[in-house]
């Protein structure tokens, strides 16, 4: 039985599906030959995913392949409420999930998704896989196998398999090129300066924007900050991330890519008093904490598009203010007892996805990581018993797959090599 927040908003929830499916075609051709292939037939899927339009659309096409779903929304402030009605009265998803739920609420839906005792998940930030794990371990042996959408929940997997703790294989949909080199960079890049202007009316350009991170989320927040006029100056830390592989770049490699770029580079004790917006996405926690928030301007506006609402020190600033007065549903003024106002916008909860300002990636951006998604449960169930209890790379050729139908949905075609150029170019003898 679903939990939505009112089932009479399904006829609008319908006509945002009818959207996304005209705009998401490498999904929507996935879906029709889900139909004919039935690849997840009697398989129980569970997802905890932000629960709006495109995730409808990836939803219906995990159906379309033989599977019965569950759904929750893997962050408190991000269902579409229009969208969970349509899909419980018209598709028969049990749905467990509304905008603003409390965290008590938020960890009963997470459960109510798996009490399926579900063969797959899809994940996005991990909680899901870390409840089995953790707290509810007789559900193990059920699954086959489980696909994570986003870097934090991978780095907390990845800390997982170190340890020998995984007890099931996990797939890193997130390290496909055709999710973060796209998803994260330009999804979040237009979704969070859309939703940051929604919620405050105010103009990027002329603004000291300051973005904190600059990983595949903060290179695409930097340069359309820019490019819609900003004065952007990027944040990175003087340090290699604990999780990092030795073959990734480090925060000096990056803080350096951004300064090459033409940024102005800095760290954040001398950015705290230069920025009038400051856009966190670094998945990592009190990236902004109150010793920065002391030298912030008046007015200045703290937004974060990385996955926690850790990123910016929120208990350090309620400790800090005297009063807290709504100016929108996504925005808060804080007035400091120094006098000072500093603005939360959505809580400090992933700005381009909180609801009602956020709206999520673009149509496009989702269907490639979307697409992603159901060719990952359909590898998985197709090598059930047979991938190791690690985290694992998508197959490239389903990758390289899904760049391609993008391009093709843009009605482009790039130059195949010929056999001359493949056999140089795997041979050793000629060019010297
Ligand atoms: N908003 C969205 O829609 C969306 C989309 C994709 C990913 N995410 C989330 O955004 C976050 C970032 O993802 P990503 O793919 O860009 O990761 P990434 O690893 O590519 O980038 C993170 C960057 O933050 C830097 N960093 C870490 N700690 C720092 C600190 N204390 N100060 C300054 N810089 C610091 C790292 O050096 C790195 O360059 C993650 O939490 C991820 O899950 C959000």
């Not at 938020?106 to 459960?111: C, F, Q, R, V």
């Not at 797959?120 to 089995?132: E, H, K, P, W, Y």
């Not at 506006?301 to 929120?314: K, Q, R, S, W, Y």
């Not at 269907?367 to 990952?376: H, K």
Request: hydrophobic fraction near 40%; charged fraction near 25%; proline fraction near 3%.
């Amino acid at each position: 039985m679903s939990k939505v927040k009112a089932i009479k908003l399904a006829d609008e929830g319908m006509k945002e599906l009818e959207w996304a499916e005209k705009n998401m075609p490498i999904l929507t051709a996935i879906q029709k030959r889900f139909e004919k292939e039935q690849p997840l037939k009697g398989k129980k899927v569970s997802l905890a995913l932000h629960l709006e339009k495109k995730t409808g659309q990836l939803i219906r096409t995990l159906r379309a392949g033989g599977a019965t779903v569950r759904v929750a929304s893997c962050n408190p402030l991000t269902t579409d409420d229009r969208v969970a009605a349509a899909l419980t009265k018209f598709d028969g998803i049990e749905v467990f999930a509304w905008a603003n739920q409390s965290t008590e609420d938020y960890y009963a839906n997470l459960n109510s998704v798996l009490d399926s005792k579900p063969n797959l998940l899809i994940d996005d930030g991990a909680d899901l896989i870390n409840i089995i794990h953790f707290k509810r371990p007789e559900l193990i042996p059920n699954v086959v196998g489980a696909s994570e959408e986003t870097t934090t929940g991978i780095i907390r997997l990845k800390a997982m398999e170190k340890e020998g703790a995984l007890k099931f294989p996990i797939i890193n949909a997130n390290g496909a090129y055709s999710k973060h080199l796209f998803d994260n960079r330009y999804g979040t890049g237009q979704s969070a300066l859309n939703a940051i202007m929604t919620i405050t009316n105010n103009l990027i350009a002329g603004k000291n924007v300051v973005i904190v991170g600059y990983g595949w989320c903060g290179r695409g927040l930097a340069i359309r900050a820019r490019g819609m006029g900003a004065r952007t100056i990027v944040v990175e830390a003087g340090d290699r991330m604990p999780y990092a592989e030795e073959t990734e770049p480090s925060g000096w490699h990056k803080g350096l890519e951004a300064l090459y770029e033409g940024f102005e580079v800095m760290n954040m004790e001398e950015a705290a008093s230069k920025g009038d917006l400051f856009i966190t996405a670094t998945g990592d926690k009190k990236v902004i904490d109150v010793k920065h928030m002391k030298e912030m301007k008046d007015g200045a506006m703290l937004a974060n598009a990385g996955h926690f609402d850790l990123e910016i020190d929120i208990p350090g600033l309620e400790k800090i203010t005297k009063e807290i007065k709504e100016i929108n549903p996504n925005c808060e003024e804080y007035i400091l007892k120094e006098g000072k106002r500093i603005y939360l916008l959505s809580k400090g909860r992933l700005v381009n996805l909180a609801r009602p300002a956020g709206q999520g990636h673009p149509l496009e951006i989702m269907d490639g990581s979307f697409a992603i998604q159901a060719l990952a449960l359909e590898h998985l169930a197709k090598h059930e018993g047979k991938l190791q209890n690690k985290v694992i790379n998508i197959p490239t050729e389903l990758d390289d797959y899904v760049a391609r139908m993008a391009l093709e949905s843009h009605k482009i075609q790039l130059q195949p090599l010929t056999d001359e150029q493949r056999e140089y170019l795997t041979g050793f003898k000629e060019g010297t």
